[in-house]
């Protein structure tokens, strides 16, 4: 199990109830989607999976280790967080400083950290982005050098809000293969998205959100089929469910649906 929450339940200093008696298992290697309308809860669960918003009621377990303020920084250790605006991790004076910056948190030295980003830079094939100014990035380079400072870092867990909103198709199928890699490495990733066909395709576990509840949770084609489900909580069903959801096996992309036919 990569992630486990009890009973959990967090309201905002206004007095909003953002998400409430939540309880959830997060498999690991898995690649698990949270689903549901703006302001269902998604991204204060998400907050909660490496102790960027610390329990209030109930419990985050973290790949056997409690969430509190104790543990917060071995917590962030194994799980990774990717904001959906990349400018809230984005703020220092170059790509290579930003990068390198929760390494050099931890207390690792000078050499070891420009290894580390070195390595990274190259993997992603970004080293010509080192000296930008994040400031000067388009979107798209700013969520793939986002995703460098957490990869940097060597989490088993990323955790991602909304990792690909705002992308144009060339650097979502880029995005994309960052993560694929990570995944093929037997690593869990968490997300959020609006993107249900994309969801229901790469998706293999969901769960559904609707006003800080969770109402549901299973694998992609169960969910994505599960007709009173989806319209609880406000979701369209994806186009490969809707017309083909009758089908045994159920495809769960374009090119699965044109071998059917």
């Given at each position: 199990m990569a992630v486990l929450i009890e009973n959990l339940s967090y309201t905002y200093p206004d007095?909003?109830?953002?998400?409430?008696?939540?309880?959830?298992?997060?498999?690991?290697g898995k690649k698990t989607a949270v689903v549901g309308l703006n302001g269902s809860g998604k991204s204060t669960l998400l907050y909660h999976l490496n102790g960027t918003i610390l329990p209030q009621m109930g419990r985050v377990n973290i790949l056997g280790e409690e969430v509190s303020k104790k543990t917060l920084n071995s917590v962030r250790?194994?799980?990774?967080?990717?904001?959906?605006?990349?400018?809230?991790?984005?703020?220092?004076?170059?790509?290579?400083?930003?990068?390198?910056?929760?390494l050099k948190n931890l207390g690792m030295g000078r050499g070891e950290v420009e290894a580390a980003v070195d390595r990274i830079l190259k993997k992603l094939n970004i080293e010509h982005l080192k000296d930008y100014s994040p400031y000067q990035l388009s979107l798209g380079q700013k969520k793939i050098c986002a995703i460098a400072g957490v990869l940097v870092m060597e989490p088993e867990i990323i955790v991602c809000d909304e990792p690909f909103s705002g992308l144009d198709s060339k650097v979502k199928a880029a995005f994309k293969?960052?993560?694929?890699?990570?995944?093929?490495?037997?690593?869990?990733?968490i997300f959020s998205t609006h993107d249900q066909d994309f969801c229901y395709?790469?998706?293999d576990n969901v769960y559904v959100m609707n006003e800080g509840e969770l109402i549901a949770g299973g694998d992609a084609v169960s969910i994505f089929n599960n007709a009173e489900v989806l319209q609880r909580a406000g979701i369209v069903m994806p186009k490969l469910a809707r017309l083909f959801g009758h089908k045994n096996p159920v495809p769960r992309s374009v090119e699965d649906a044109l071998n059917l036919l």
């Amino acid at each position: 199990m990569a992630v486990l929450i009890e009973n959990l339940s967090y309201t905002y200093p206004d007095g909003r109830n953002a998400i409430k008696n939540i309880n959830a298992h997060f498999e690991k290697g898995k690649k698990t989607a949270v689903v549901g309308l703006n302001g269902s809860g998604k991204s204060t669960l998400l907050y909660h999976l490496n102790g960027t918003i610390l329990p209030q009621m109930g419990r985050v377990n973290i790949l056997g280790e409690e969430v509190s303020k104790k543990t917060l920084n071995s917590v962030r250790k194994k799980s990774g967080f990717l904001f959906d605006y990349p400018d809230h991790q984005l703020f220092l004076t170059s790509v290579y400083e930003d990068i390198g910056f929760g390494l050099k948190n931890l207390g690792m030295g000078r050499g070891e950290v420009e290894a580390a980003v070195d390595r990274i830079l190259k993997k992603l094939n970004i080293e010509h982005l080192k000296d930008y100014s994040p400031y000067q990035l388009s979107l798209g380079q700013k969520k793939i050098c986002a995703i460098a400072g957490v990869l940097v870092m060597e989490p088993e867990i990323i955790v991602c809000d909304e990792p690909f909103s705002g992308l144009d198709s060339k650097v979502k199928a880029a995005f994309k293969a960052i993560l694929d890699d990570f995944s093929k490495e037997g690593k869990t990733i968490i997300f959020s998205t609006h993107d249900q066909d994309f969801c229901y395709e790469w998706a293999d576990n969901v769960y559904v959100m609707n006003e800080g509840e969770l109402i549901a949770g299973g694998d992609a084609v169960s969910i994505f089929n599960n007709a009173e489900v989806l319209q609880r909580a406000g979701i369209v069903m994806p186009k490969l469910a809707r017309l083909f959801g009758h089908k045994n096996p159920v495809p769960r992309s374009v090119e699965d649906a044109l071998n059917l036919l």
